[in-house]
């Protein structure tokens, strides 16, 4: 089985830098996902890791650590339109199988961004 | 990106009647697509998975006779709640994975209010 555990809620304000830390306890664990979902809205995927290191994409940024079953998502230059929950999801199985394995998801962090 | 939609966005029903959820794939096919449910300010919750062409794989404590779930094509999937019940009043999202891409991608979610 497999467990994430991330802050319930983290606030910022304006302009800052935020990280969001995930840590993992996983059998077979092969990658870290992260979503936003803003309220009322559905998950929108951010990012993926399947190997160690920083992954960056615009202002958000995501980053593994396979030996400290460890990641996190960076957001830089904060704005308000940034407040959401942001959820990070584990996978258990290589993607290539094409087969369905079943994604873990953490309890997810509100982010609260202040002007 | 890759493009899921879910249908209808809102429900409203009596207790007792039977709600269909449909979820598409508009421009890839899924191999397999997932369905879970939120409640307000929770973490998704995996219901079942479901491959196409197969029988849906149920997680722990789902019914699948009050949850029925079909994956009749590549691009559809069905998520029926027979004799709702308000307690089965949440958000309902599909997420859809295909054979090539790593990603999940979501569908905008149901809301389901049962009265």
């Known amino acids: 089985g497999q467990s994430l555990e991330q802050p319930s809620e983290v606030t910022a304000v304006e302009g800052a830098i935020v990280q969001i830390n995930c840590t993992y306890q996983?059998?077979?664990?092969?990658?870290l996902s992260w979503y936003q979902q803003h309220d009322g809205g559905a998950p929108t995927f951010l990012s993926y890791?399947?190997?160690?290191g920083l992954e960056e994409t615009g202002r958000f940024s995501s980053f593994l650590s396979r030996s400290d079953s460890y990641g996190y998502l960076l957001l830089q230059e904060l704005q308000m339109k940034d407040s959401a929950s942001y959820f990070c999801a584990a996978d258990p199985y290589p993607h290539a199988s094409g087969g369905s394995y079943i994604p873990t998801f953490g309890r997810g962090t509100s982010l609260i961004v202040h002007p | 990106g890759a493009v899921v939609s879910q249908h209808p966005s809102r429900v409203i029903c009596k207790s007792g009647t039977s709600v269909k959820i449909e979820c598409r794939s508009l421009d890839f096919q899924a191999t397999t697509m997932f369905w879970y449910r939120q409640f307000p300010k929770q973490s998704l919750m995996l219901m079942a998975t479901s491959n196409e062409g197969s029988k849906a794989t149920y997680e722990q404590g789902v019914e699948k006779d009050k949850f029925l779930i079909n994956h009749a094509s590549l691009t559809l999937s069905t998520l029926t709640v027979t004799s709702a019940h308000p307690e089965d009043s949440s958000f309902y999202i599909c997420?859809?994975?295909?054979?090539?891409?790593?990603?999940?991608?979501f569908g905008p979610g149901t809301r389901l209010t049962v009265l």
């Open positions: 890791n399947a190997l160690d």
């Open positions: 997420s859809a994975r295909g054979r090539i891409t790593d990603t999940q991608y």
């Open positions: 996983t059998s077979g664990f092969y990658g």
